[in-house]
């Protein structure tokens, strides 16, 4: 049952580099009722942040091109929510910054960390109506 309840939903950038994981994650979140872009690279990534209305992200953290660092540094400058969803220890990644309360471990449920995206930010389609 998808959660949005407006006419434009959100997008939703899932930044993966294993096609069939970034697949699965694509398939779980997009049962949500929202839009999803992905991509395999920090490059890619960046490319997509500058051209695209992104609502929030679920990152790997180490992708084809590197840690995905420079993509969260320009989450966070736009005030975009994400999520890190990695296989990497997490003192790996809190040693770049990342709170440990914003991973999760692979396997991952990927609706399930849509789902706490959503309190994260007054989303407008995400947020059931009353």
């Keep these: 049952m998808p959660l ?3 006419i434009q939903a959100d997008t939703i950038l899932i930044v993966e580099d294993d096609v069939f994981i970034s697949m699965d994650a694509a398939d779980s979140v997009s ?6 872009v992905t991509a395999e690279t920090v490059h890619d990534a ?4 500058e051209n695209e209305p992104i609502s929030a ?7 084809r091109d590197g840690a995905v660092t420079p ?3 320009e989450l966070r400058k736009r005030s975009i929510p994400f999520r890190i969803v990695s296989g990497s220890p997490l003192a790996e990644i809190a040693a770049k910054g990342i709170p440990a309360g914003l991973c999760a471990q692979k396997p991952a449920d990927y609706f399930k960390v849509l789902v706490s995206l959503i309190s994260d930010r007054p989303w407008i389609s995400l947020r059931p109506s009353h």
């Design 4 to 6: 949005k309840n407006s």
């Design 31 to 36: 049962r949500a009722g929202v839009n999803v």
């Design 46 to 49: 960046l490319d997509i942040l």
């Design 57 to 63: 992200a679920i990152l790997d953290f180490q992708v």
């Design 71 to 73: 993509i969260v540094d």
